[in-house]
Nanobody, 118 residues
Framework: QVHLVESGGGLVQSGGSLRLACATS????????MHWYRQAPGKQRELVAS????????TYDESVKGRFTISRDVAKNTMYLQMTNLTPEDTAVYYC???????????WGLGTQVTVSS
């Protein structure tokens, strides 16, 4: 019942910025924890950032701390990932993921490509 659609990916030069968006099918932020994952070719999918349903507490992978900011707009049912100071190491498909604590329900978006050139 939950659908996630990512957007905002593209090609950017090293040092540039992008803002990714994850549009959700409804008002789920009070129920679901939200996350951004990414997967580069030949690599495991890795967690980039998370924001909790209860108190908006955020966590980040060490590789993106200080550069990426996860946020959500409840009125728009949209989560964002503001990415700055991008490097080629950030090149990956970025995925939106939602999980409900204490439940087996979880959902993935189809991803959006981010490519950072040198």
């Amino acid at each position: 019942q939950v659908h996630l659609v990512e957007s905002g990916g593209g090609l950017v030069q090293s040092g540039g910025s992008l803002r990714l968006a994850c549009a959700t099918s409804g008002s789920i932020f009070s129920i679901y924890n939200m996350h951004w994952y990414r997967q580069a070719p030949g690599k495991q999918r890795e967690l980039v950032a998370s924001i909790s349903s209860y108190d908006n507490f955020t966590t980040y992978d060490e590789s993106v701390k200080g550069r990426f900011t996860i946020s959500r707009d409840v009125a728009k049912n949209t989560m964002y990932l503001q990415m700055t100071n991008l490097t080629p190491e950030d090149t990956a498909v970025y995925y939106c993921y939602a999980n409900r604590p204490g439940w087996l329900n979880d959902y993935w978006g189809l991803g959006t490509q981010v490519t950072v050139s040198s």
